[in-house]
Every structure is written in structure tokens, then in C-alpha cells.
């Protein structure tokens, strides 16, 4: 066990909804990271928050956003949802930007 | 950019015995970390072993270690006597210090250990 808690483990929807995926980093940790592995694309960064800060976007599409709160807990938001979402979504956290990240169990998306 | 590759999709191990996997990145930062992870079948990401570009001694967590190349931009992952458990699909990343934060993955290998 990682110490970094996501909720839901398992989400399925239906294309053009709008889904909320939750993170709970690790206590003490300060930056929480989103990844999204696909079959076809791999494990592909998304976006960065260090200490309720976005630092750094990476393949994030539009129709999606995040956020990281006072309590340092983190949500990505997807909307819009089509078939090609479907996703494995991993969150991970670290103590800082440059310290080793540990990730959590991942929710698994799938879109219908 | 910086990029990972892991060449080998598939390897397979006879139980209690040694594999080496593979992995080559490309970079031009000096400073950067490097880092092996293990996905078995329940998926979860876990940290097998760091390697910070800095140190000349290759990192060694208990039957795991590397070998860093630096100069030839390898950093291949050893198991020894390897284990049923072992059995997963494994990323080779990189940290750069330019990055701010982002971990770049390799495709992934996937391990078989046969009994």
C-alpha cells in the first residue's frame, strides 16, 4: 500500500457525460500528479498540482481539468466523455516536484 | 525531448533464476533520475528501485538491482532468483530536472516467471 488513496476503483459512463476521479495523496506530501494509461498511448502525464498550484500540464485535453484543494486532495474532472477515455487513471503524489512519486490503485474508466 | 524505450515487449524467467530487462533513454539534462516500476495483474504502480544520475554505484533494493550506464544511456534492471510474484509488467522512467515533475515511461516489458 502506497499511503495515496483513489476513489472510485472502477467508473462506468456513458460518451457526452461528465465524471469526477478523487486522490488522496500520501500524508505529508505536497504534489500530486495524474497519469493515464491506455492500451495504445501507454502511461502519459497529465497535470501537475504542487501545494494547491498547477506546475505542470502535459497531454491533458481540454475537456478535462483539475484541481488540488487546501486539504491537498486532488480531483480530475472529465467531461464530454467519448469511447476513446476509457482509461486506467493513476494519481500519484510526492513530498516535492523533485522526490520519487508513489502512486495510487487507480480508477479504472470505461465509457459506453 | 527526453524519450524511454524498452525493446523487449515480452521476457520470460525459469523460477529461482536471473533476468535482465532492458531500457535506453535519450536526454541532454545532467540531472535526472531514473526508476524501475512494477504493474502486476491488479495494476497497481509500485517503485521497485531509483537511480540518481549523480551516483557512479548502482542502486540495489534486496534481489533487485541496475545497471547504469550512463554514458551509453542504459539503465537495465537485474532480478535475482526470481519469483513467482514477480510475474508483471515493468516501466522504466525518467525524471529530469527540467521536467518539473513529469515521469516519461517506457512501453513496458512484461515478465513471465515459469514455475
Known amino acids: 500500500d502506497s499511503g495515496v488513496t483513489q476513489t472510485p476503483k472502477h467508473l462506468i459512463t456513458a460518451t457526452g457525460q461528465r465524471v469526477t476521479l478523487r486522490c488522496s495523496p500520501r500524508s505529508g506530501d505536497l504534489s500530486v500528479y495524474w497519469y493515464q494509461q491506455s492500451l495504445d498511448q501507454g502511461l502519459q502525464f497529465l497535470i501537475q498540482?504542487?501545494?494547491?498550484?498547477?506546475?505542470a500540464k502535459g497531454n491533458i485535453l481540454e475537456r478535462f481539468s483539475a484541481q488540488q484543494f487546501p486539504d491537498l486532495h486532488s480531483e480530475l474532472n472529465l467531461s464530454s466523455l467519448e469511447l476513446g477515455d476509457s482509461a486506467l487513471y493513476f494519481c500519484?503524489?510526492?513530498?516535492?516536484?523533485?522526490?520519487?512519486?508513489?502512486f495510487g490503485p487507480g480508477t479504472r474508466l470505461l465509457v459506453l | 525531448a527526453q524519450t524511454v524505450t524498452q525493446s523487449q515487449p515480452e521476457m520470460s524467467v525459469q523460477e529461482a533464476e536471473t533476468v535482465t530487462l532492458s531500457c535506453t533513454y535519450d536526454t541532454s539534462e545532467s540531472d535526472y533520475y531514473l526508476f524501475w516500476y512494477k504493474q502486476p495483474p491488479s495494476r497497481q504502480m509500485i517503485l521497485v528501485i531509483r537511480q540518481e544520475a549523480y551516483k557512479q554505484q548502482n542502486a540495489t533494493e534486496n534481489r533487485f538491482s541496475v545497471n547504469f550506464q550512463k554514458a551509453a544511456k542504459s539503465f537495465s534492471l537485474k532480478i535475482s532468483d526470481s519469483q513467482l510474484g514477480d510475474a508483471a509488467m515493468y516501466f522504466c522512467?525518467?525524471?529530469?530536472?527540467?521536467?518539473?515533475?513529469?515521469?516519461?515511461f517506457g512501453q513496458g516489458t512484461t515478465l513471465q516467471v515459469k514455475p
Open positions: 500519484a503524489s510526492s513530498v516535492d516536484w523533485q522526490e520519487t512519486q508513489y
Open positions: 522512467a525518467y525524471w529530469g530536472s527540467s521536467n518539473t515533475g513529469k515521469l516519461i
Open positions: 498540482y504542487y501545494n494547491g498550484e498547477e506546475r
